[in-house]
């Protein structure tokens, strides 16, 4: 029952980078601080894979194939999510998806295209 709002995705060239946004505007700051946030992804072919995640104290994990490019950070005050994508590859080509889990339930967002193109 909580509205997640991802920005628009993207044609990207590989080693390019792009900005995913994340807002859940029907929460108030003090509710959106008691969801741990997180990213995910699909590509074609493959399963749903968590990309990255962060808790309201900035405790953050990450897929190992993602590491050292991608960054997660949130804004409470902003009510906000974001990954930064570095260095994209070709692989990294998938829908993106805004996720909030609170008392091990999930919220998902609908979900955006990110293509890398070669």
């Known amino acids: 029952q909580v509205l997640l709002e991802e920005s628009r995705g993207g044609l990207v060239q590989p080693g390019g980078s792009l900005r995913l946004t994340c807002r859940t505007p029907r929460l108030i700051f003090s509710v959106f601080t008691g969801y741990t946030m997180g990213w995910y992804r699909q590509a074609p072919g493959k399963q749903r894979e968590l990309v990255a995640t962060?808790?309201?104290?900035?405790?953050?994990t990450y897929t190992d194939s993602v590491k050292g490019r991608f960054t997660i950070s949130r804004n409470n005050s902003r009510k906000t999510v974001t990954l930064q994508m570095n260095s994209l590859k070709p692989e990294d080509t998938a829908i993106y998806y805004c996720?909030?889990?609170?008392?091990?339930?999930?919220?998902w967002g609908q979900g955006t295209q990110v293509t890398v193109s070669s």
């Open positions: 962060i808790t309201s104290g900035g405790t953050t």
């Open positions: 996720n909030a889990e609170q008392n091990g339930k999930d919220n």
